[in-house]
């Protein structure tokens, strides 16, 4: 499984982006999905991630509220929608493919990163 994620960019706080992250192959839809960031100096962290039918979503307490991520199946794609963003928020963000929830590490498949930048 390969992952392409795209739409990272710079916005002003309060502003909003998407991020998608296309998948590769014929068992996307089996997959739980999950955006994880880094930020500058510190570790990756869990940001959101969907249950493989979509049905199920899951959130860091962050970004509980302003951020929604989606998913396509048909499309093999996952999205992120981030609003109200924050300086704070700025890191580069990855999609991830079959893993648990929100443990980076059992995450089996990774994209590269799309850096965004909030100005304040």
């Known amino acids: 499984v390969q992952l392409q994620a795209s739409g990272g960019g710079l916005v002003q706080a309060g502003g909003s982006l998407r991020l998608s992250c296309a998948a590769s ?3 996307f ?3 739980v999905m999950g ?3 880094q930020a500058p100096g510190k570790e990756r962290e869990f940001v959101a991630a969907i249950s493989s039918s979509g049905g199920s979503t899951y959130y860091a307490g962050s970004v509980k509220g302003r951020f929604t991520i989606s998913r396509d199946n048909a499309k093999n794609t996952v999205y992120l929608q981030m609003n109200s963003l924050k300086p704070e928020d700025t890191a580069v963000y990855s999609c991830a493919a079959d893993g648990l929830i929100a443990t980076i590490s059992t995450y089996r498949y990774w994209g590269q990163g799309t850096l965004v930048t909030v100005s304040s």
Do not use: I, K, L, Q
Request: glycine content about 12%; cysteine-free; overall charge positive.
């Open 25 to 27: 192959g014929r068992t």
């Open 29 to 31: 839809s089996s997959f």
């Open 35 to 37: 955006w994880f960031r």
